[in-house]
């Protein structure tokens, strides 16, 4: 299952104390993110929970919880001596399922920005910034 390593830099999670979001909720949101972006694809092996946990300085409890959800979702699979890996993408949903889904993330994406300061101008300023040429989920 473990991909063959490019010449990319692994994934670096980062963390805002002052952001009023748990941890927990901050380690899935960049995963779901990456995957999202193309940054993390299929088979790529994510740090131990003990590894992560001294990383970002955080209790190993907050990332099992965090890896915990990911997993029941699908998004992450654990081998047993060998690591977690992003898990394959998820069953594909119609048409409608999706635009709800979507308009929920938007709508969360939004109000999450906005009681940050940021406009919706920034916002589609920054959603043009991310390069196109990655591969839709």
């Not at 940054?39 to 955080?58: F, H, K, M, N, Y």
């Amino acid at each position: 299952m473990p991909k063959v390593s490019d010449n990319r830099k692994p994934f670096q999670f980062r963390l805002d104390p002052q952001s009023g979001v748990p941890i927990y909720r901050q380690i899935i949101d960049q995963v779901t993110g990456g995957i999202a972006a193309g940054t993390l694809q299929e088979g790529v092996q994510l740090p131990t929970v003990r590894q992560l946990a001294v990383d970002l300085s955080i209790n190993p409890n907050t990332v099992i919880r965090a890896y915990s959800e990911l997993e029941i979702r699908g998004v992450l699979t654990t081998e047993q001596g060998t690591g977690t890996f992003i898990g394959p993408p998820n069953v594909a949903r119609d048409e409608t399922e999706r635009q709800q889904l979507l308009s929920r993330f938007v709508a969360e994406f939004v109000s999450r920005a906005g009681a940050n300061g940021f406009t919706i101008e920034e916002l589609m300023d920054q959603l043009h910034a991310v390069p196109r040429d990655r591969k839709r989920r």
